[in-house]
Antibody
């Protein structure tokens, strides 16, 4: 069965970086894209970006373009989202999700369980 | 960045029908925005209900349907059940980049 398993909770200080992982199983990794979404405590969903697992193409939300990098490692079927220069308002649950195909930039079906990233001094 | 608007909250009676809408600050929502709808219950990851206006996932109950309505995209729930109480989010595409609406808290009461 398809599964996306994310890394565990992270606590970081302001200015640090975090790299969240999303390990996929149960399907051909390179046949779908991976989308990243976050949700601050008590707030709505925010689309962060997308990466094609077949060719590494990316599309990031404009406000984070200078701080975020999404990558994939096909040998381990794992996607990564790195966020740099962390601020307190980056505190959120970060989700990965599978697109419906290689080019769809929206979460199509399967979601990870979420990774809580807390930024605090 | 475009702003996507949703009703902050709606209430529906059990067995009743309710329509949630999603609009765009850039103008009318069309199929070219490739609209999606998601359901999220407390403490859970979101779940994809509808994609590309009206296409359902295999797990989407038949009582949910998507459409374009008066320049917006709509999610209609016909025959509401207590388990439909949740937050609902729409997601629109703007040239590949996506923007979520603020969400609608749906109460079944």
């Amino acid at each position: 069965q398809v599964q996306l398993v994310q890394s565990v909770t992270e606590v970081k200080k302001p200015g640090a970086s975090v790299k969240v992982s999303c390990k996929a199983s149960g399907y051909t990794f390179t046949s779908y894209g991976i989308v990243w979404v976050r949700q601050a405590p008590g707030q709505g969903l925010e689309w962060l970006g997308w990466i094609s697992a077949s060719n590494g193409n990316t599309n990031y939300v404009q406000k984070l373009q200078d701080r975020v990098t999404m990558t994939t490692e096909t040998s381990t079927s794992t996607a990564y989202m790195e966020l740099r220069s962390l601020r307190s308002d980056d505190t959120a649950v970060y989700y990965c999700a599978r697109g419906i195909n290689t080019v769809a930039t929206a979460p199509g079906d399967y979601w990870g369980q979420g990774t809580l990233v807390t930024v605090s001094s | 960045q475009a702003v996507v608007t949703q009703e902050p909250s709606l209430t529906v009676s059990p067995g009743g029908t309710v329509t949630l809408t999603c609009g765009s600050s850039t103008g009318a929502v069309t199929s070219g925005h490739y609209p999606y709808w998601f359901q999220q219950k407390p403490g859970q990851a979101p779940r994809t209900l509808i994609y590309d206006v009206y296409n359902k996932r295999s797990w989407t109950p038949a009582r949910f349907s998507g459409s374009l309505l008066g320049g917006k995209v709509a999610l209609t729930l016909s025959g509401a059940q207590p388990e439909d109480e949740a937050d609902y989010y729409c997601l629109l595409s703007y040239g590949g980049a996506r923007v979520f609406g603020g969400g609608t808290k749906l109460t079944v009461l």
